[in-house]
Nanobody, 124 residues
């Protein structure tokens, strides 16, 4: 059974860092774009980053460019999101999800598989 499991969330102060991990099982990352989505309280889920491991291409939303870095380890079937210089607006649940292409990042409904999410809270 295809499964995505996020970890690494927590409570941090503004300016601090977190690294989120997404563990994939029962499918090969080579054939998918793996996206990270942010859902702030009371708001819709928004794609913030995506990686296509097959061609090493990446995507970042303007709100996270220069602060977040996505990476993947095909051998471990893992995708990571390094989040630096965190802001209170980054607070919310972060989900990883898989789609045939990162071109779907603007359309969460096109992502076939989702993790359960991990909570990130940025507060002083």
């Amino acid at each position: 059974q295809v499964q995505l499991v996020e970890s690494g969330g927590g409570l941090v102060q503004p300016g601090e860092s977190l690294r989120l991990s997404c563990a994939a099982s029962e499918f090969t990352l080579d054939y998918y774009g793996i996206g990270w989505f942010h859902q702030a309280p009371g708001k819709e889920r928004e794609g913030v980053s995506c990686i296509s491991i097959s061609d090493a291409s990446t995507y970042y939303a303007d709100s996270v460019k220069g602060r977040f870095t996505i990476s993947g380890d095909n051998a471990k079937n893992m995708v990571y999101l390094q989040m630096n210089s965190l802001k209170p607006d980054d607070t919310g649940v972060y989900y990883c999800a898989a789609a045939p292409s990162c071109k779907a990042i603007g359309h969460p409904s096109l992502f076939d598989f989702w993790g359960q999410g991990t909570q990130v809270t940025v507060s002083s």
